[in-house]
């Protein structure tokens, strides 16, 4: 039953439209932002994916199908414009009767809506739970085993119906980790599934649901990722060091990289964050391991990464609120002395060498082995 790990080998990178357009999303955003992940670099870069998310739903005709409201006049042309430019084409919806913003979910309409999809061109899908958490109140209760069963159920059902167009989508399942998804996803189609409720542009949102993957690197792997949201980066929240600490985190985690910013107004530190070659190569390694913690002291943490051809990468980070020394970690440190690292962030080279280790507040160390 779960989908080839073809379609999302690597974790998906790309752009989606909430973060920053949220409901004012127009068909002209998004070829804008196709425009600009190509001019920018960043669709070599890796970013593939031009996701829209919520408001393009019309009304259903009288035969059900699904249609896109005035803000996108012809979902067709809008696939092949992406796909000219080398892009992929993801649209969003919900296995309730509505989404999270009021629009036409897809509960009763599964099969119909996938082949709609297909005909269209669309290459992922992401699926909301929204309102489909009000069909599981009413009908399961307060049965935790009932209501986890029908989870799966509405979820492995668009599944089924996105196999039975024949064309490959990423399917990216948005249930906010609930029924601990992770354990059932992959089985159940799931190429991706949020493990967190959503993400914010702030520091405090921000760590709290990238350091609470700890523990779940067990089921990530080659065609099926834990996602613990889009990308900040670049939405004026946060400062650099902050967002240095986000990318790093994310690719340590071979999360997806799906950037949520306005990709026509980048600033040159958004640019190299996000395109980062190093901080990338950590992210996407083909090998598809999910970085680990393997030393924690107070605000002080340190994760592990192994990649491909027997390389790690290693991150040290500073979640305090003034810069910290790593002394008490050169046990743990230790066994990667032997090892030739570099700074993904300054580029120097590095080795842990038993120098002291100080890390600014809110920063990273993020090292690749080469």
Not at 101 to 112: I, K, N, R, V
Not at 222 to 250: A, F, I, Q
Request: with cysteine; net charge negative; charged share 25%.
């Amino acid at each position: 039953m779960a989908q080839q790990a073809s379609v999302a080998a690597t974790s998906p990178m790309g752009w989606n439209s909430w973060n920053h357009f949220a409901e004012r999303v127009t068909d002209a955003d998004v070829r804008a932002a196709a425009d600009a992940l190509v001019a920018s670099g960043m669709r070599d870069a890796g970013y593939i994916y031009v996701n829209i998310d919520d408001t393009w739903e019309g009304k259903r005709d009288a035969d059900g199908v699904i249609h896109t409201n005035e803000k996108f006049p012809d979902m067709k042309a809008l696939a092949d414009y992406v796909h000219s430019k080398g892009l992929k084409l993801g649209i969003y919806s919900s296995p309730g009767p509505k989404t999270c913003a009021g629009y036409e979910g897809s509960l009763g309409h599964e099969a119909q809506d996938a082949k709609t999809y297909a005909e269209w061109g669309i290459d992922y899908l992401k699926y909301d739970q929204c309102s489909f958490g009000d069909v599981i109140k009413q009908e399961a209760g307060d049965d935790l085993s009932k209501a986890a069963a029908m989870q799966r159920e509405a979820y492995e059902k668009m599944h089924k119906a996105i196999q039975s167009t024949g064309r490959p989508m990423v399917y990216s399942y948005c249930q906010y980790g609930l029924y601990a998804v992770w354990k059932w996803a992959p089985e159940a189609g799931g190429n991706l599934w949020r493990t967190t409720g959503d993400i914010s542009d702030n520091w405090d949102r921000m760590t709290l649901i990238g350091f609470s993957q700890a523990g779940l690197e067990k089921y990530a792997g080659p065609g099926h990722w834990n996602d613990p949201d889009m990308l900040e980066v670049g939405n004026g929240g946060m400062k650099k060091s902050e967002y240095e600490v986000h990318m790093s985190l994310w690719a340590m985690l071979a999360a997806p990289l799906l950037a949520g910013n306005d990709l026509s107004k980048m600033s040159d530190e958004t640019r190299e964050i996000l395109m980062n070659k190093d901080a990338i190569a950590i992210d996407q390694d083909k090998l598809g391991k999910q970085g680990s913690r393997i030393w924690a002291e107070g605000p002080l943490e340190i994760w592990s990464k192994d990649l491909s051809g027997g390389k790690h990468a290693i991150a040290l980070f500073n979640r305090g609120e003034s810069a910290l020394s790593f002394e008490s970690a050169q046990q743990t440190l230790s066994q990667f002395k032997a090892l030739r690292f570099r700074n993904v962030w300054t580029h120097a080279e590095a080795r842990f060498d038993g120098k002291n280790i100080t890390i600014p507040s809110h920063g990273v160390m993020l090292l690749k082995e080469y």
